[in-house]
C-alpha cells in the first residue's frame, strides 16, 4: 500500500501521550473491566493487535494480564515503549513489537492468548475481511475476541471515506477538515452536556469513554484512512460460522462511530 496514502496514526498516537495520566489510565481500566465482565486478567494472556497509544496495552497490565502489544506503525510502536517506560518501565510482562495483523506467519509465531483485543483497528488496514479472518489465528479456544468495527452508514460512510482521502492526499486542507469535525461533532456533546448535567467540562465526559481524548479522536476520525465499514449482523454472522458465540454486543445505534463486539471461541 502507497504510504503516502496512509494517515499518520502513529504520530496522533505519540501527541496525544501527552495527556496520558491516571485518571486516564483508571478509565481504560473500567473500560475494559466493564465490557469483558472480569475483575481482574491475573494469569491471562492479552494480546493488544493495533495497540496504538499502548493505554488499552497498560490497562490490561494493571488488571494483571500478561501483554503482547503489536502495531504495524512504527511511530505506535514508539508511542506504547514510551508508555510502557513511564509508567511501568522494566515490565517484563509486557511485550513490544512491529508487526502488522495481515502477516500470518508473524502472528502464527505470537502463538494463542486468551484474550484478543483490538478496538477500532481492523477497519484500517486496506484489507478488513483478511484482518477479520486472520485475527483468530491468535484466539485460543474458550478464548475472548474483543473487537471494534466502524459502523456501516451506507451512503455517509461513502462520504467519510472520501473525506478521509482528501485529508491524507492534501495536507494543506487538514486544518479545514480538523475544524469541520469540531463543527461537527462538538454541539451534539454540549448538548448532551447540559442535558445529563454531569461533570463540568465536555473533555472530562468524553475521557471517560476508553480513557480516550476528544481532540486526538477527531483527528483519528476525519483522517483515519484506509476506511472500511460493517453493519454488526455481518459481524456476528461472520463470527459464529468461525465457531465463536457472541457474549456482548454495544453498537452506536445506526449512527457514526463503532459497534463493539465481545466473543468467545468454541
Known amino acids: 500500500m502507497n504510504n503516502s496514502k496512509i494517515f499518520d496514526f502513529g504520530k496522533n498516537w505519540k501527541n496525544f501521550l501527552n495527556d496520558i495520566d491516571e485518571t486516564r489510565i483508571n478509565n481504560s481500566v473500567s473500560s ?10 491475573i494469569n491471562l494472556k492479552f494480546l493488544d493487535v493495533g495497540s496504538g497509544s499502548g493505554l488499552s496495552s497498560l490497562a490490561a497490565r494493571r488488571l494483571g494480564a500478561s501483554v503482547y502489544s503489536f ?6 510502536v514508539e ?13 517484563r510482562n509486557w511485550q513490544i513489537n ?22 477500532g483497528v481492523l477497519h484500517h488496514t486496506g484489507n478488513m475481511t483478511k484482518a477479520l479472518n486472520n485475527i483468530d489465528i491468535n484466539v485460543k479456544k474458550e478464548g475472548l475476541l474483543f473487537i471494534a468495527i466502524y459502523n456501516d452508514q451506507g451512503i455517509k460512510s461513502i462520504f467519510w471515506k472520501k473525506l478521509k482521502y482528501i485529508y491524507v492526499r492534501y495536507r494543506i486542507l487538514r486544518p479545514l477538515l480538523i475544524l469541520f469535525g469540531y463543527v461537527l461533532f462538538l454541539p451534539s456533546k454540549i448538548f448532551k452536556f447540559f442535558l445529563k448535567k454531569i461533570g463540568s467540562k465536555i473533555q472530562t465526559k468524553f475521557q471517560k469513554r476508553r480513557g480516550m481524548s476528544f481532540y486526538y ?16 449482523e455481518k459481524i456476528i454472522h461472520f463470527y459464529l460460522s468461525k465457531g465463536y458465540n457472541l457474549i456482548k454486543l454495544k453498537t452506536c445505534k445506526g449512527k457514526l462511530g463503532c459497534n463493539e463486539f465481545l466473543f468467545k471461541k468454541i
Open 32 to 41: 475494559l473491566k466493564s465490557f469483558t465482565g472480569l475483575k481482574n486478567l
Open 71 to 76: 502495531d504495524y506503525d512504527e511511530f505506535s
Open 79 to 91: 508511542a506504547t515503549n514510551s508508555l510502557k517506560n513511564k509508567f511501568s518501565q522494566g515490565d
Open 98 to 119: 512491529q508487526g502488522s495483523i495481515l502477516d500470518e506467519k508473524f502472528l502464527k509465531g505470537l502463538g494463542e492468548f486468551d484474550i484478543v483485543y483490538s478496538w
Open 217 to 232: 479522536d477527531i483527528v483519528d476520525w476525519i483522517g483515519g484512512y484506509p476506511f472500511e465499514v460493517s453493519t454488526p
